[in-house]
């Protein structure tokens, strides 16, 4: 009989997986590659669906609710059905008056959930999200239906930020005159 019968059998040691992940935003200083990325905790996402705005920060990654399951094309053709939909990034600042929306900016995209196809150019979605960190309200592009949702959920989820903010922001959602 050997030393080694009788024993209970070691296990070896379990080596610690370590899982890949991308940190987009972080407060370590970080000086090796990718040095320099952008912080994105004061962005949220606001989707703009049939007249309606809400938050959905999941438009950060494509995978808001009105995105979810679809294949995009950047040929407006391959969505002849399409439902125009609305990113909206806002970027938020505290200064010394207290907390606002700094950046406001809008990028169209189609959504035909029946065909579960969409058409939307992401170089614009991601220029538009700079544009946004940058501080720039472009909402030209937005109708006077899709600018009244974006004003009502801005001042009804923080009224006090709404009224801190630009005179441009607030004359970009103003009501069209008659």
């Known amino acids: 009989m050997t030393e080694q019968q009788g024993q209970p059998e070691q296990q070896p040691e379990k080596k610690e997986k370590k899982s890949l992940s991308l940190n987009v935003v972080s407060n370590k200083p970080h000086r090796g590659f990718g040095a320099g990325t952008i912080d994105l905790s004061q962005v949220s996402c606001v989707i703009i669906d049939e007249g309606v705005a809400y938050i959905d920060d999941g438009a950060m990654h494509a995978k808001s609710k009105v995105e979810k399951g679809i294949k995009f094309s950047p040929d407006k053709a391959n969505t002849p059905n399409g439902r125009t939909c609305w990113v909206v990034w806002v970027a938020v600042e505290r200064d010394d008056e207290g907390t606002k929306y700094a950046g406001v900016t809008a990028c169209e995209m189609?959504?035909?959930?029946?065909?579960?196809?969409?058409?939307?150019?992401?170089?614009?979605?991601?220029?538009?999200?700079?544009?946004?960190?940058?501080?720039?309200?472009?909402?030209?592009?937005?109708?006077?239906?899709?600018?009244?949702?974006?004003?009502?959920?801005?001042?009804?989820?923080?009224?006090?930020?709404?009224?801190?903010?630009?005179?441009?922001?607030?004359?970009?959602?103003?009501p069209e005159s008659l």
Do not use: C, F, M, Y
Not at 121 to 134: C, E, S, T, Y
Not at 144 to 160: D, S
């Open 110 to 174: 189609l959504i035909d959930k029946e065909a579960r196809r969409g058409w939307k150019i992401l170089p614009d979605h991601v220029n538009k999200l700079d544009a946004a960190l940058k501080r720039k309200i472009k909402l030209e592009e937005l109708g006077a239906e899709e600018k009244a949702a974006l004003r009502k959920l801005l001042t009804e989820h923080n009224e006090e930020w709404w009224n801190h903010s630009s005179d441009e922001l607030k004359q970009a959602l103003a």
